[in-house]
């Protein structure tokens, strides 16, 4: 899809601030500023009030570089958790903060990794004016340093999304070691802790929630696919072997001709997916999971080419193809692996037919 002149302009914002700032511990700080927390988070909750392809944009560029930020876990997940919820209070309590620049996480998941709206870690009990919540979640997306903290929990009535104070006794986070270190993950343990419940059933809301956070992930794994093969194309333009750059042998030409309409096509759908989730297509769930694994796909295709097309220096600790190598494993299990996503797709065709 061709870029407004507004979109061009952020990406090229993105992109600059990037390159001045790549390895710069005030980052997401800079984004801020620049409004990019801001962009999917409507006007009247102090948003930008932009849509999932501006949020695509910006995801593209930091897939790029693999740049650690909580764009994904509080911009996406979270905030369009709390918008799904249709809790206007919540929202007009929470999201300015989001939009500020604060981190949010939605603790969901057990050990399992399903991301499935029905399927939750935690539990949660009505009590005299609260709730009480126990259990533990795993795979929170900057769950040990967020200001603000979602509980996606059972209850007697179904499944609900509550706020928690992390600073509270009750709530013990901890950092984990992730595959890809350059995405902060935590466990968060509940024992007992005091809730409160935002709107009513949730997993339409998490639903919701997960699918655009697919969207945007998937925008990530483009960005990175499009730059681990920029830089094997520039390798294989100065390694030479027998004799001639490496880049001149017709079969590896051939190689890296497939990448690129691998990475072309993912980057296409990805997009095309992004704007049917911001003009509300019904089938945004669908398009969600297909960009899901489609992505995934291609991305674990060139991050393993990128390594083998590099030789040995691929496999060193210094070279960069480690990197990319580990974002698309690590990627293609956030939000559910690409065969359950698979099967949501074929359901669903499946009903259609039926």
């Known amino acids: 899809m061709e870029l407004t002149a507004e979109q061009q302009a952020l990406r090229d914002a993105v992109r600059g601030l990037l390159a001045d700032h790549h390895d710069d511990s005030s980052l997401w700080r800079r984004l801020g500023e620049m409004g990019v927390a801001a962009l999917a988070i409507p006007e009247r909750y102090g948003g930008a009030g932009a849509g999932p392809v501006e949020t695509h944009i910006t995801a593209e560029e930091l897939g790029r570089d693999l740049i650690p930020s909580p764009l994904l876990g509080s911009a996406v997940l979270a905030a369009q958790a709390l918008l799904a919820s249709g809790d206007d209070p919540a929202c007009a309590r929470l999201l300015?903060?989001?939009?500020?620049?604060?981190?949010?996480?939605?603790?969901?998941?057990?050990?399992?990794?399903?991301?499935?709206?029905?399927?939750?870690?935690?539990?949660?009990?009505?009590?005299?004016?609260?709730?009480?919540?126990?259990g533990e979640a795993r795979y929170v997306l900057d769950g040990d340093t967020a200001g603000i903290l979602l509980v996606a929990a059972g209850t007697r009535d179904g499944i609900g999304l509550f706020e928690v104070d992390p600073a509270q006794a009750a709530v013990s986070r901890s950092a984990v070691t992730t595959v890809d270190a350059t995405r902060a993950m935590a466990t968060i343990r509940l024992d007992g802790a005091a809730g409160l419940r935002i709107g009513g059933q949730a997993p339409e809301a998490l639903a919701r929630a997960r699918d655009l956070a697919c969207l945007?992930?998937?925008?990530?794994?483009?960005?990175?696919?499009?730059?681990?093969?920029?830089?094997?194309?520039?390798?294989?333009?100065?390694?030479?072997?027998?004799?001639?750059?490496?880049?001149?042998?017709?079969?590896?030409?051939?190689?890296m001709a497939d990448l690129h309409v691998l990475v072309e096509s993912a980057r296409s759908l990805s997009y095309a997916a992004a704007q049917a989730a911001g003009e509300g297509a019904p089938d945004t769930g669908r398009r969600a999971a297909a960009a899901k694994?489609?992505?995934?796909?291609?991305?674990?295709?060139?991050?393993?080419?990128?390594?083998?097309?590099?030789?040995?220096?691929?496999?060193?600790?210094?070279?960069?193809?480690?990197?990319?190598?580990?974002?698309?494993?690590?990627?293609?299990?956030?939000?559910?692996r690409p065969s359950e996503h698979l099967a949501r797709i074929a359901a669903e065709v499946i009903d259609r037919r039926s």
């Open 96 to 134: 300015p903060a989001i939009a500020d620049g604060g981190v949010a996480s939605l603790a969901w998941t057990t050990a399992a990794g399903h991301w499935d709206p029905a399927e939750v870690a935690c539990r949660a009990t009505a009590a005299a004016h609260d709730w009480t919540l126990n």
């Open 293 to 336: 694994v489609y992505c995934s796909e291609v991305l674990q295709r060139v991050a393993a080419e990128t390594i083998q097309l590099h030789g040995a220096i691929g496999i060193t600790w210094e070279h960069d193809a480690h990197r990319y190598l580990k974002r698309a494993h690590g990627a293609a299990q956030l939000f559910g």
């Open 216 to 255: 945007a992930l998937s925008a990530e794994q483009v960005g990175a696919a499009r730059r681990a093969l920029d830089m094997t194309i520039d390798y294989t333009k100065i390694r030479v072997q027998f004799g001639r750059v490496i880049g001149g042998f017709q079969a590896l030409q051939h190689r």
